[in-house]
């Protein structure tokens, strides 16, 4: 980790299998829509069978809806700004409770040719899309992906943590997280990416440097109280 985080003992814990949770959000690109579900774009691996929230804010129409991961697959790797090799997924998702007329609407928005042509097609049906119909969106289809990302803790001081997650974050990103202490109960927090790598012994695995912001004064008495009893 970065030089100021050690002005707090650091405290192994890899053994004590201590997990927490981070909530982050991602700009995700949508290849196709239907009124069943989306495919789209990310720069991170996905978990079948897991939902995840997914916003969408297209002329003035605002959807937040539910969405269930059912195929991924590695689409292409790109090269970041400092020349690594950064994997994009393609991810295909399935809707979970959203209402067809507001999914009817946003594809009028984001693919109009496709659902004109659609509908002239189909005259006799031009209010009711059926839901295997696919529409592709083009360029600049975007939505925001809540992502939750489980993870382990190797070690722990009052001002940051040294986890393992199965995903890249940036540095300098800014997350949400939450740590699961033994006894049920829990802490709540902000954080700052300071360093990610990929670990040696496990290629699919990365220690992430997290540096702590603006815990609450209840949660932060929590940590203390949890590193005391590493003393």
């Known amino acids: 980790m970065v030089k100021d985080m050690r002005r707090y003992k650091r405290f192994a814990i890899d053994t004590m299998k201590v997990k927490g949770r981070i ?4 700009i995700v690109d949508i290849i196709d829509i239907s009124l069943g579900g989306i495919a789209l774009k990310a720069d991170r691996r996905l978990n079948i069978g897991s939902e995840y ?3 969408i804010d297209e002329k003035g129409l605002h959807i937040s809806v539910k969405a269930t991961v059912v ?5 292409q790797s790109v090269k ?5 090799l950064v994997p994009i997924y393609a991810v295909g998702m399935k809707f979970n409770g959203a209402s067809n007329e507001k999914i009817s609407e946003l594809i009028k928005i984001i693919a109009p040719a496709q659902y004109k042509d659609q509908a002239a097609r ?3 049906d031009t209010n009711d899309l059926r839901i295997h119909m696919r529409f592709h969106v083009g360029d600049g289809g975007k939505a925001v992906l809540t992502c939750p990302e489980n993870y382990s803790i190797r070690n722990v001081s009052m001002n940051g ?4 997650a199965g995903n890249v974050l940036k540095v300098d990103e800014k997350i949400s997280l939450e740590i699961s202490l033994p006894g049920n109960s ?3 927090s902000h954080g700052r990416v300071v360093s990610c790598t990929q670990m040696k012994d496990s290629p699919e695995q990365y220690a992430i440097g997290i540096e702590f912001l603006n815990m609450p004064p209840d949660n932060s008495g929590l940590l203390g109280r949890f590193i005391s009893m590493l003393t």
């Open 23 to 26: 909530m982050f959000s991602k």
């Open 53 to 55: 929230i997914l916003k």
């Open 71 to 75: 195929w991924a697959s590695l689409h």
């Open 80 to 84: 970041s700004a400092n020349g690594d």
């Open 122 to 124: 189909e005259a006799a």
């Open 161 to 164: 943590m040294l986890i393992e």
């Open 186 to 188: 829990s802490i709540t």
